[in-house]
C-alpha cells in the first residue's frame, strides 16, 4: 500500500424502517445475489447487492486464474525439494529428447516421488513404534531413497555428530594404563569408557539369539557388574539349552518317542508282529504306553489288541530306584557290570520275567509278547482301543468291592507263597477292573521274597490296599493283620514296633543265609527241592507198605 494514498470503505447498506401492515403477509423472495439484512424479524428487509455474484465464481476466468497459481505453487515445490532435478512437464513438452530417454527420465522421477512418499510413512511409523523408548528401533534397512538424496537424513545427521560409538580402533592406547596428565589424566578403568566398550561388546559379540535392541542411536555405558552378569546369564542359557537339545534327541520324551524307538516301532511293524501303532493311552513318569494292533509270530500267537510299553530313557526317575534292584539276586550283578543308561534296558527285561512268572501260577496281568531293549510288547488289558479302568475310577456295587477285595487279598498271597514276589508298589493306581476281575499291572520294581527290604515293601503294599477299600465302606482288617496272614509269621504290636520287628527278622541270619553265596542260589535251591521231593517219596512208599502189610 502507497503512502498517500486514501483507502474508500465500502458503502454500508441501509436498514428500512417500514413495515407491513400485517405480519403474516406473504414476502416475495430476495434475488439470489442480494444480501436481507433486518432489525426486525417482522420488518421488509432491503436489498442490497453483492459485489461478487455466483455467476462471477463460476467463470472460466477465475478458474483458469486458480489453476494457474496452482502450477505456480507446484514447480516451486518440485524446484525445493531434493530429487533428480528434472520437471515432469518439461519432458512432455521436450521434442528434441528422444522418446526414450523421456520415458525412462520420467520413469525414474515418478518412482522417486513415490519412494519419498514411502520413506515418510516409515518415518512416521517408526516414531509412533519407538514411542519414548530408550532403545528405538530403527527402519532404515527398508527405505527405498539413498541417504544421499534424502534431506531428512542430512538434518539428522548434525544431530548425531555428539553421539560416541566405541569402536577399537578408535580405543586410546594407554601406556602402564594411564593416558593424559594433570586433571586430564584417564585410567584404563575409566567408567565412561568401560561402559562404552561393554556395550559395545553386548552388540557385537553376543550370539544373535540375544536380543539386544538398537544402541547405537544413543550413548549406551554398561557397568562391569551389568555386563558380567549378562555374560553368565548367556553362558547359563546356553547350557540349558544344550540340555534340552540333548534330552529331546537321545530321550523319550512325554506323549511322544525318540527317533530309535520310533525305528523299533517300525522293525516290529515290518516283521510283521505289529500291524500298526496307534496314539498312547497311559503316560506315567517311568514310561508310556501305546496300544497297537497284533500281528502274527511263528513260535507264538499275538494278540489281537497289543500294549507297547516305552520305558524313558531319562535317568531323572531311576535314580532312587536302586533300593528295588540292588539287593535282588536275579540281577545285581548285572547292575553293577552295565552303565547307568543300559540299566533301563534290564528294568524292562525285569518286568517281563516278574510277568512271566505271575502268569505261570495265574495271577490275572498283562501277556509278554516280546521284549526289545526298553520297550516292552504284551497283551492290551481292555476293548476296541479303551484300557480297562484303574481300581481307583471304577464305579462299583458293594458286593463288587467285596469280591474286589477278596481278590486281591488272594493274588497278594499267591504272588508271595508261589511266586516268591513282592509287588513292591501296589495300589488302586496299580490295578485295573476288568471283566469282573482285578489285574495287577506295573511289576517293574517288583522283588523278590529273599530282598532285605521285601517284608518292607509288603507292608506298604497291605497298607496302601486297606486304606483304599476302608475309604470305600469294605470290612477290612489291618495292615497289620495282613501282613501276617500272606507271611505266615505272627508279629505283634503296632508302628513303630511292628517296623521294628520285620527290619529284625529281615536282619535274621537264617532268614538270609542263603545269600551267603548268592551266585550258588540257583544250586542250592535245586538241590534242597529235589531232596525235599525223594524225602517225600520215600515217605509214600514207608505208607503205602505198611498199609499192604495191613491188609494181609
Not at 278 to 307: Q, T, Y
Not at 478 to 500: M, R, S, V, W
Request: aromatic fraction near 8%; hydrophobic fraction near 30%.
Amino acid at each position: 500500500m502507497e503512502s498517500g494514498t486514501v483507502v474508500e470503505s465500502p458503502p454500508q447498506p441501509q436498514r428500512s424502517a417500514s413495515s407491513t401492515s400485517n405480519p403474516w403477509s406473504i414476502k416475495t423472495p430476495p434475488d439470489p445475489g442480494d444480501i436481507q439484512v433486518s432489525s426486525s424479524p417482522w420488518s421488509n428487509i432491503s436489498n442490497v447487492k453483492v459485489t461478487c455474484s455466483l455467476e462471477d465464481v463460476m467463470s472460466e476466468e477465475l478458474a483458469m486464474e486458480l489453476q494457474n497459481d496452482d502450477e505456480l505453487k507446484d514447480q516451486q515445490r518440485k524446484a525445493n525439494a531434493p530429487g533428480l532435478g528434472v520437471d515432469v512437464s518439461t519432458l512432455l513438452t521436450d521434442d528434441t529428447m528422444p522418446t526414450d530417454e523421456s520415458d525412462l527420465l520420467l520413469a525414474q522421477m515418478l518412482q522417486h516421488e513415490f519412494d519419498l512418499e514411502h520413506d515418510a510413512m516409515l518415518d512416521k511409523e517408526e516414531s509412533k513404534f519407538n514411542g519414548r523408548s530408550k532403545v528405538s528401533v530403527s527402519f532404515s534397512n527398508y527405505r527405498s531413497v539413498h541417504p544421499s538424496l534424502n534431506s531428512h537424513d542430512e538434518e539428522s545427521s548434525s544431530e548425531e555428530e555428539d553421539i560416541h560409538i566405541y569402536s577399537e580402533k578408535n580405543e586410546p592406547k594407554f601406556k602402564k594404563g594411564i593416558i593424559g596428565k594433570g586433571k586430564n589424566i584417564t585410567t584404563k578403568h575409566d567408567p565412561t569408557l568401560c561402559g562404552r566398550k561393554n556395550a559395545s561388546k553386548v552388540m557385537d559379540k553376543f550370539p544373535l539369539e540375544v536380543d539386544t535392541g538398537d544402541g547405537s542411536q544413543f550413548d549406551m555405558k554398561l557397568p562391569n557388574a551389568v555386563y558380567n552378569k549378562l555374560k553368565l546369564q548367556i553362558v547359563s542359557d546356553n547350557k540349558r539349552r544344550q540340555r534340552l537339545t540333548e534330552k529331546k534327541e537321545h530321550s523319550t520324551a512325554e506323549h511322544a518317542v525318540d527317533p530309535k524307538t520310533r525305528l523299533m516301532m517300525y522293525k516290529l511293524v515290518n516283521a510283521g508282529i505289529l500291524d500298526q501303532v496307534n496314539g498312547v493311552i497311559s503316560s506315567g513318569k517311568e514310561s508310556v504306553v501305546f496300544h497297537a494292533v497284533g500281528g502274527h509270530m511263528e513260535e507264538r500267537e499275538v494278540p489281537c489288541e497289543c500294549a507297547i510299553k516305552v520305558f524313558k530313557t531319562t535317568l531323572n526317575e531311576f535314580k532312587n530306584r536302586e533300593q528295588y534292584y540292588r539287593g535282588d539276586f536275579r540281577f545285581a550283578d548285572e547292575f553293577k557290570k552295565q552303565n547307568p543308561r543300559k540299566v533301563i534296558k534290564i528294568w524292562a527285561e525285569k518286568e517281563m520275567m516278574n510277568l512271566r512268572r505271575m502268569r505261570r501260577y495265574g495271577i490275572h496281568c498283562p501277556e509278554v509278547v516280546i521284549c526289545k531293549k526298553h520297550m516292552l510288547v504284551m497283551s492290551f488289558i481292555g476293548q476296541d482301543q479303551r484300557p480297562a479302568p484303574k481300581l481307583k475310577d471304577v464305579q462299583l456295587s458293594d458286593e463288587q468291592l467285596q469280591h474286589a477285595y477278596a481278590q486281591c487279598i488272594e493274588a497278594m498271597k499267591t504272588l508271595h507263597k508261589s511266586c516268591g514276589l513282592v509287588h513292591a508298589d501296589l495300589s488302586e493306581y496299580n490295578i485295573l477292573w476288568h471283566n469282573s476281575h482285578i489285574w495287577f499291572i506295573d511289576v517293574s520294581q517288583s522283588v523278590d521274597f529273599t530282598h532285605p527290604k521285601a517284608f518292607e515293601f509288603l507292608l506298604r503294599d497291605c497298607t496302601n490296599i486297606v486304606q483304599f477299600f476302608e475309604k470305600k465302606g469294605v470290612d477290612v482288617m489291618t495292615q497289620y493283620e495282613l501282613f501276617n496272614e500272606i507271611t505266615g509269621l505272627e508279629l505283634k504290636g503296632e508302628e513303630p514296633d511292628f517296623l521294628a520287628q520285620i527290619q529284625q527278622y529281615e536282619a535274621n541270619e537264617v532268614h538270609l543265609a542263603h545269600e551267603d553265596n548268592r551266585k550258588d542260589y540257583a544250586f542250592d535251591y535245586f538241590f534242597k527241592r529235589a531232596k525235599k521231593e525223594r524225602e517225600e517219596q520215600k515217605k509214600s512208599l514207608k505208607k503205602e507198605d505198611v498199609n499192604i502189610d495191613d491188609t494181609d
